[in-house]
Structure formats: structure tokens, C-alpha cells
């Protein structure tokens, strides 16, 4: 993503150091099944925020209602100071962007005109296809390592390859916040390390906000700069890795026995969990 053409202005109206995305006191739920009551979270500006916890916490759903994909039956999203639903979708989507859990592509789509389209939120009558559009699709194609896919069918591709073209089509929309909700699914370790790596450089290099849902709680510990950990719908705890990764927390929220150390290339929380016999050759 060097050289893009996205700068992080203030948007007009917003406080300088206030939170541009938060929920409050919200109650999520689908029809009748309630996932969270109270629910107040902060998004810390310039942050690699992760949600952990176990299936079915919440975590995803909060990653929707962060996104406006949920309205909350009580309580509120704010972006930028205002009720998220009080925005046009165009606007929320010029300063917010998302990797979805679930990705269905149109049928017949290349990968081109697939990452082509995360520039649509900056369409308009007065504004069209332009040259900035066509170098941030590039960069997003470059960055991801799609490049070489430009002309194949997105349904063709593998499922690794698939996720690292949605990607693409997120970073291409150039958002200064960006929720990716489980962005490693179906990639081998190489490639999760690669896509951590990428959106990690997002935020040091170019101040983006990142919030991602991520199973592997020890590459949550490795990359966030402030980890969410939820159960039962509730925040368990909040803050820096490092200073609130126990052992005594990891067996709370996910009922894992385990031993924490520090990890010697990172130097960050490492999971060890427990074994349940002696491994013998």
C-alpha cells in the first residue's frame, strides 16, 4: 500500500481524541434470541483492536452492529460522534470498511472487477472512474497478491485466494476504519501471517483503525494493540495483551487450563494450553 493516495483528515465536527466508533449500552439480538444486553464498547482511534472468545459470545455480532449490517434493539452505534443509522450508507462506507464473515461473489465476476469494486462508495454524478481509483485498486491487487488473478473468475479460485481477492476489494475502498471479521478463514499459516502482516502495516504506516475478529487467540495476542475478550455477550476484560492475558482469564472466558509465557519472538502473551496426558514417542 506505499504511495496510496488515502490521507486520515479529521472528519468536520469530530473532537480531537474522542473515539470515532463505539456502541452504548446496546441490547443486539436476531428475532427473539437476544446475544448481548448493556453492551458498551470503545474503539481506541489508530488501534489493531481484536475480539476474542468463544463460539457463539457475541463477538461477530458486535462486529455487525459496529458495521451497520445490525441494528441494535436498544442503545447505540456512534461513528464519528452521530448514530451510525443517521448516516447515508455512502458516507458510512467512504470512512468504514469490512471483510465480511461470509462472501458470495456474482457469478461470471473477475477478480479485477471484483476489487474495482470497493471504489463504488466514491462514485458519483459528478465523480466517475479516475485515475486515483485506478491506482488504489493496483495497490490493493499488489498488496494482497492478487495481481497475477486479475482476469480469473472469482469462483474458480481457491478458497485462500478468494479471501485474499475480498480483502483486496476492502483495502481498494480505502476507509480510515476497517472491520474484518475472521480474515484469516481458510488460509494456511503462511498465509494468515501474510494478511496479519498487511493490515498490521495498515495502521503503523497510514493510522488506519483495524478491528478484527480472530479465533487463534495467540496471533490476537501478537497483533493487537488492545484485545476485547467477550463470553456470554459481555466484555470479560479489555486493554493491551500484555496486561490482561492470564491464565486465569484464558480458562475464564474460553474454559482452557494453560500456562502463559512470553513469546520469544514477539515478546508478547503466548498460550500454552495444559496437556490432558504425557505425549510419549
Not at 127 to 132: F, G, I, V
Amino acid at each position: 500500500m506505499t504511495g496510496s493516495t488515502n490521507t486520515l483528515t479529521p472528519v468536520p465536527g469530530t473532537a480531537p481524541g474522542t473515539t470515532r466508533l463505539s456502541c452504548a449500552d446496546a441490547t443486539l439480538a436476531y428475532d427473539q434470541r437476544v446475544v448481548a444486553e448493556s453492551l458498551s464498547v470503545a474503539i481506541p482511534d489508530h488501534s489493531f483492536t481484536v475480539l476474542v472468545g468463544p463460539n457463539g459470545c457475541g463477538k461477530s455480532t458486535l462486529l455487525r452492529a459496529l458495521a451497520r449490517l445490525l441494528t441494535p434493539r436498544r442503545g447505540t452505534v456512534h461513528l464519528d460522534g452521530r448514530s451510525i443509522h443517521e448516516l447515508r450508507a455512502k458516507e458510512v462506507a467512504r470512512r468504514l470498511g469490512l471483510l465480511p464473515q461470509t462472501t458470495i461473489a456474482p457469478d461470471g465476476i473477475t477478480v479485477l472487477d471484483l476489487v474495482a469494486r470497493g471504489r463504488y462508495p466514491h462514485q458519483g454524478l459528478l465523480r466517475q472512474w479516475s485515475p486515483a481509483d485506478e491506482q488504489a485498486v493496483a495497490e490493493a491487487m499488489s498488496a494482497t497478491n492478487v495481481t497475477d488473478l486479475a482476469g480469473r473468475y472469482v469462483d474458480e479460485l481457491s478458497g485462500g485466494q478468494r479471501q485474499r481477492v475480498w480483502l483486496a476489494m476492502a483495502l481498494a475502498q480505502q476507509t480510515p476504519i476497517l472491520l474484518l471479521d475472521e480474515p484469516t478463514t481458510f488460509l494456511d499459516i503462511a498465509h494468515q501471517i501474510e494478511v496479519l502482516d498487511l493490515v498490521a502495516r495498515l495502521r503503523e504506516e497510514q493510522g488506519h483503525t483495524l478491528v478484527a475478529v480472530l479465533h487463534d487467540l495467540n496471533h490476537a495476542c501478537r497483533y493487537a494493540t488492545h484485545l476485547i475478550a467477550m463470553r456470554d455477550g459481555r466484555v470479560v476484560a479489555q486493554g493491551p495483551p500484555a496486561d490482561i492475558i492470564t491464565a486465569d482469564l484464558v480458562e475464564e472466558v474460553f474454559g482452557l487450563p494453560c500456562r502463559v509465557i512470553t513469546d520469544p519472538e514477539s515478546g508478547t502473551p503466548l498460550i500454552i494450553p495444559r496437556a490432558r496426558r504425557a505425549v510419549r514417542p
